[in-house]
């Protein structure tokens, strides 16, 4: 007969790393305020990046929309995909997240203003912040849509990293900018997009965080 002793400490265990409620509201509020502040930075700097948030970025500078209207109508279509395939805690916390950015967008150009933002920093920076944003997002079972969503569900059905998927689609995204913005501008949103994706993909790995 088996010692059920270890399957009562494996359960014991993944019970004491559990977030609590108090740590997921703490954790969804620094993770969108990290994002969204990484977001503002690269629309300051005139740059973008991959996945959704880059393609409302691109879009804000090649029409006269607000940031806030495109960030929340580009990802919207993932919600669905984020209901069906996730459930509805995700999706209810993703969906909060994605507000949260777009509203954060609108007070952070209220509260803090920038000029003569030097553009490498900008890019940079932004995307440092963006991926750090995402990282705690992801590790308290949320995202802020589109193609994180994607990248996760790979993830979890392959083991692929989500970092990685991200990379990829980035790269189709960021290539889309040439058509609206000038050639060094996207080399530069090029190598901050891979700085974004490297975070990801070397810090979200399945089984290395145990926290739920």
Request: proline letters at 4%; charged letters at 10%.
């Amino acid at each position: 007969m088996t010692n059920p002793t270890p399957d009562r400490t494996l359960v014991f265990e993944w019970e004491q790393t559990r977030h609590t409620v108090a740590e997921d509201v703490q954790g969804i509020v620094i993770g969108t305020f990290t994002a969204a502040l990484g977001l503002y930075l690269l629309k300051a700097a005139g740059a973008v990046t991959g996945g959704t948030a880059g393609l409302a970025l691109l879009l804000d500078q090649a029409t006269d929309l607000p940031f806030w209207l495109i960030f929340l109508v580009v990802n919207l279509p993932f919600a669905v995909l984020a209901l069906w395939k996730k459930g509805l805690r995700f999706t209810v916390l993703t969906s909060i997240c994605i507000a949260g950015v777009a509203g954060l967008s609108v007070l952070d150009a209220q509260l803090l203003p920038v000029t003569g933002l030097n553009p490498v920093y900008g890019v940079f920076a932004g995307n440092l912040l963006a991926g750090v944003g995402l990282l705690i997002l992801f590790r308290h079972g949320a995202s802020v849509g589109g193609v994180n969503i994607i990248a996760l569900l790979l993830q979890e059905r392959t083991g692929f990293r989500a970092g990685w998927t991200q990379m990829t689609l980035d790269v189709l995204v960021v290539a889309a900018s040439f058509l609206v913005l000038p050639w060094p501008t996207v080399l530069l949103s090029a190598a901050g997009a891979v700085v974004m994706s490297l975070v990801l993909a070397m810090n979200h790995r399945e089984g290395r965080y145990i926290g739920r």
